[in-house]
């Protein structure tokens, strides 16, 4: 268990409104990882950090930015939510031997 | 780019029957592979993975999978399974040289009594 808290757990917004999903872990990993999952298309890489401040697109980033400015903190933003982006986001981070660990999940319904 | 293939989206077997969930990768020169189990409402956690070495690797659960390099193959298998097994099981792969996974679609493995 590495230690990842996500925040919040559950949420619901409105189409339009900006939505920022927080991750917080207290292993000291470098490496951190934001998904999405889908029914039907497993789990998809939005963006991830390779340090504070260092972070890249993943394969579906289009409406999505991230934060990191602590080694312990990876933050997802939607600039603006659309109903595409309902999902199960999940957050991870790369320990030894390659292994990601992965936090508890946010449920987000955009209406 | 490198992509992974499960081909079975529904296993349903009954309690303590065999099963194999089968996955499938891309071709590459070196990967780390890995499979991982979801419970409902939680997060992945782990089951085995592959780095190098011995080409069979077990769970503390009784599941094994063997790397396969001729036929880019990792299926993951139990001779007897339980109840408690029922699950959403996810294979993937990342490339020696990259820090990131790829996913496959994910099998739920549904154990009847």
């Known amino acids: 268990d590495a230690g990842i808290t996500q925040s919040p757990r559950h949420k619901v917004t409105e189409t339009g409104t900006p939505v920022t999903l927080r991750c917080h872990q207290t292993?000291?990993?470098?490496?951190m990882y934001w998904y999405r999952q889908d029914p039907g298309h497993g789990l998809r890489l939005i963006h991830y950090?390779?340090?504070?401040?260092?972070?890249d697109k993943g394969e579906v980033s289009d409406g999505y930015s991230v934060s990191r400015s602590k080694t312990e903190d990876f933050l997802l933003t939607l600039e603006s939510a659309t109903s595409s982006q309902t999902s199960v986001y999940f957050c991870?981070?790369?320990?030894?031997?390659?292994?990601?660990?992965f936090g508890p999940g946010t449920r987000l319904l955009v209406l | 780019a490198q992509s992974v293939t499960q081909l079975d989206s529904q296993v349903p077997v009954f309690e303590e029957a065999p099963v194999e969930l089968r996955c499938n990768y891309s071709?590459?020169?070196?990967?780390?592979l890995f499979w991982y189990v979801q419970y409902p409402n939680q997060g992945l956690q782990l089951l085995l993975k592959?780095?190098?070495?011995?080409?069979l690797v077990e769970s503390i659960n009784g599941f094994e999978a063997e790397f396969n390099k001729s036929q880019t193959s990792f299926h993951l298998r139990k001779p007897s399974v339980h109840i408690s097994d029922t699950a959403e099981y996810f294979c993937a792969v990342s490339d020696a040289d990259t820090d990131k996974l790829i996913f496959g679609t994910g099998t739920r493995l549904q154990v009847f009594p």
């Open positions: 592959y780095l190098s070495g011995s080409t």
């Open positions: 292993e000291n990993h470098r490496y």
């Open positions: 991870a981070t790369k320990g030894s031997q390659e292994t990601q660990y």
């Open positions: 071709s590459s020169v070196s990967v780390y």
């Open positions: 950090s390779y340090g504070v401040k260092d972070t």
